[in-house]
């Protein structure tokens, strides 16, 4: 039986990998979510581990899944094992910004006045602005 995610392209399985940021981050990069990397520093917000902290040790493309440190069950004969934990329930504390092409991808923080809003504008909304604009 040939799985799902190995008939997806990897450049497209990549996507699967991204997690939000947390609100610091959001503030500091102006965006809301970015590519899980090892080395990162994640909140796991969903599943039996939530509210633990750790860095990223492994990803797993083909799965979406990270490792991440100190997340380990024991197993039934002894011995620990790593959990996986998929990318999309976990937020990013910290970024490993040992990658200067990464960094590069990141815009700059920009002013929230200067950000302009996205869209066209509908018959009633122009019809208000120049109603707006004939009253001052």
Known sequence: MIMFYKLISKHKRDKFLGAH????LREQYSKRSMRVIKGDTVRILR???VGIEGKVEKVNTEKSTLSIEGVQREKIRGGNVKVQVHASNVQIISLNTDDDYRIKGIPKSKDKNTNVKKGKDTKK???KKESVGEES
Do not use: P, T
């Not at 940021?21 to 610091?24: Q, V």
């Open 47 to 49: 599943g039996e581990y």
């Open 21 to 24: 940021l947390s609100e610091n």
């Open 125 to 127: 909304s122009a019809v």
